[in-house]
């Protein structure tokens, strides 16, 4: 099973509620970096990856087994798995990886162990597992609104090019959103819905896509990491369509709308010595593949 990683092309945060959860009203695009998992019948819960990656715990607490316990608990079966990841997503970079992992892990035990479980099943599940997992299923583009994990699909006419520009160094998602809110007291309730970037995409105009590209969370990212300040000043040299934080970051992605662009930016920023990749935007949200 595989499943793309995301992207925010608007982040909109709200005040943290009661729970400490903060309100998002954000648009989603799937890109097209993924994650491969593949799972097998066991005695036992456990995990890998097939090549080693810092950052990804391998016991109980991943969420990918997380993401099998709830499938089966929502059954009510005793049924476990061995499952096996190969990590093609930056991980700590802001695009969602382990939510890819979850989602892809729902949809390849329900197969495996033919439970048919109705989509919205399968979406309410995911949203009990994180913000980003439902939208991990959906893919394409989506409007998530609650905590992110309400999602529903927008018409996305824009056929784009990304270019991702990788860090060594992971951003932590819990100390972005507590750095907002030390710079942001005074954050709305309920942050708006960006109604002219939902325009824009459904008008399939990439240029007023990358002037309206928008993160709540650019300032927290840029006082952690200052490093990306120069990074940010460097990639809009450019001129690209837009340049985008990734969710918390420290993923910084560049806007094209033709690939030879977008190709040509890479090698700048290669030459530069930045890593980097293309990822075509919007692509399907977790779906099988078949090795040959």
Known sequence: ?????????????????????????????????????????????????????DGVPLDDTNIAIRAGRALVEHHGVDLAAHISIA??????????????????????????????????????????????????????????????QLVEPVADRTSVWWVVVLSDQGLSTPAAYRHFDELSPDAPAEPPVPEALIEALAGGDVDDVGDLLANDLWPAARDLRPDLVDVEVQLRSLSPAGVLLSGSGPT???????????????ADLTERGFRCTLAPGPVAGAHVVTYV
């Open 252 to 266: 910084l992605l560049v806007l094209h709308d033709d690939v030879d662009d977008a190709r040509a930016t890479a």
């Open 87 to 148: 990590k093609g997503i930056p991980v700590m970079g802001g695009m969602a990886g382990g939510s890819a992992d979850a989602a892809a892990t729902l949809l390849a035990l329900d197969r495996l162990w033919d439970l048919q479980t109705p989509d919205d099943d399968l979406l309410r599940i995911a949203g009990t597992l994180g913000s980003d997992v439902p939208f991990a299923l959906l893919g394409g583009t989506a409007l998530g609104t609650g905590h992110g």
């Open 1 to 53: 099973m595989r499943a793309p990683a995301k992207i925010n092309l608007h982040l909109g945060v709200g005040a943290p509620r009661p729970d400490g959860l903060h309100p998002l009203a954000t648009v989603y695009q799937a890109v097209g970096l993924y994650d491969d998992v593949t799972v097998y019948d066991a005695p036992a819960w456990s995990v890998e990856l097939t090549e080693p990656v």
